[in-house]
C-alpha cells in the first residue's frame, strides 16, 4: 500500500544507506579504499530538466551535462544536417554516425563536466548553426583519425564504452540503468555480498590538455544513473 515515492525511497535508501552501503564501507575500508558509508548515505540526486532537440519529426531527451545525454543530442543534431539517408547499416550509414559521434566527443572532452562546478557554452554546442559547422568537418569518403579531431567553437552560437539495459517486467515495473565502471569490469573488485563491481573512473579527471573539466578536481566527464518507474501495461 505504499506510495510510489515511499518505494522508490525505500529502494535508494537500501542501497545508498542499508546493508549493501554498509558492505562496500567494509571492503573499501579493508582494502584501502576511500568510499566509505557516510559518503553513500549522504548523495542526494536533485531533480534536473533533460537536455532535448528535435530529429526528422521527433524530439528526443536526454540526461544532462553531467552524463553523456548531450553528446547523443550533438551528435543528432549533426546527423539532421544530412539531406539524404544511407541505407541502414552500410558502410556509409555507420561511417557518418561514427564521424558525428567522435565531432560530439572531442566537444566534451573539452567544455563539459560535473555542472555544479563548471560553466559549459550549452546553448551553443546544442545549436543546430553550430551543428551544421561541424558537419562540415566530415569527410564522406575518409575517416578521420581521432587524434586529429579537436574542439569547434560554440561560443558565438550561443543565446556528452557505457553498458545500457532496460527491464519491464509483467506488472509495469521498469529499471533502466546505465553502468558505467570505465575499464573492463571497472576495477576488477566486488564488494563481498553485494554483487556490486566498483568502478575506476577517476581517471577521467586525467587529460592531455588543458580543458574546461579538468580545471576543477572533483568535475568528472561523466556518471551513471538508475531510473526507476512504473507504467500502466494495459
Given amino acids: 500500500g505504499a506510495s510510489r515515492q515511499a518505494a522508490i525511497d525505500a529502494v535508494r535508501d537500501y542501497f545508498y544507506r542499508g546493508p549493501i552501503a554498509h558492505k562496500i564501507d567494509e571492503f573499501s575500508k579493508a582494502n584501502g579504499g576511500l568510499i566509505r558509508y557516510e559518503d553513500m548515505a549522504a548523495f542526494r540526486i536533485a531533480p534536473e530538466e533533460p537536455v532535448s ?9 536526454k540526461p544532462g551535462f553531467w552524463s553523456q545525454g548531450p553528446d547523443l543530442i550533438q551528435t543528432l543534431n549533426i546527423l539532421d544536417t544530412f539531406t539524404d539517408k544511407p541505407a541502414l547499416n552500410s558502410a556509409d550509414y555507420i561511417h557518418r554516425q561514427v564521424e558525428a559521434l567522435k565531432l560530439a ?3 566534451r572532452a573539452q567544455f563539459l563536466g560535473d555542472p555544479a562546478v563548471t560553466i559549459a557554452p550549452i546553448a551553443g554546442l546544442m545549436s543546430k548553426r ?5 558537419r562540415a568537418l566530415i569527410n564522406p569518403d575518409k575517416a578521420t583519425p581521432p ?8 561560443l558565438p552560437y550561443e543565446g556528452s564504452n557505457t553498458t545500457h539495459y532496460s527491464v519491464v517486467d509483467r506488472f509495469g515495473n521498469v529499471v533502466s540503468n546505465t553502468y558505467t565502471l570505465n575499464d573492463s569490469y571497472g576495477n576488477g ?3 563481498e555480498g553485494t554483487g556490486v563491481l566498483l568502478n575506476n573512473e577517476l581517471d577521467d579527471l586525467v587529460i592531455a590538455r588543458p580543458a574546461q573539466n579538468g580545471e576543477v578536481v572533483g568535475a568528472p566527464t561523466y556518471n551513471f544513473c538508475v531510473v526507476v518507474d512504473d507504467i500502466d501495461m494495459a
Fill in 189 to 191: 573488485l566486488v564488494a
Fill in 53 to 61: 532537440t528535435t530529429y526528422r519529426g521527433y524530439t528526443v531527451y
Fill in 130 to 134: 553550430y551543428a551544421e559547422e561541424r
Fill in 147 to 154: 587524434n586529429e579531431i579537436r574542439p569547434g567553437n560554440p
Fill in 105 to 107: 566527443y572531442a566537444d
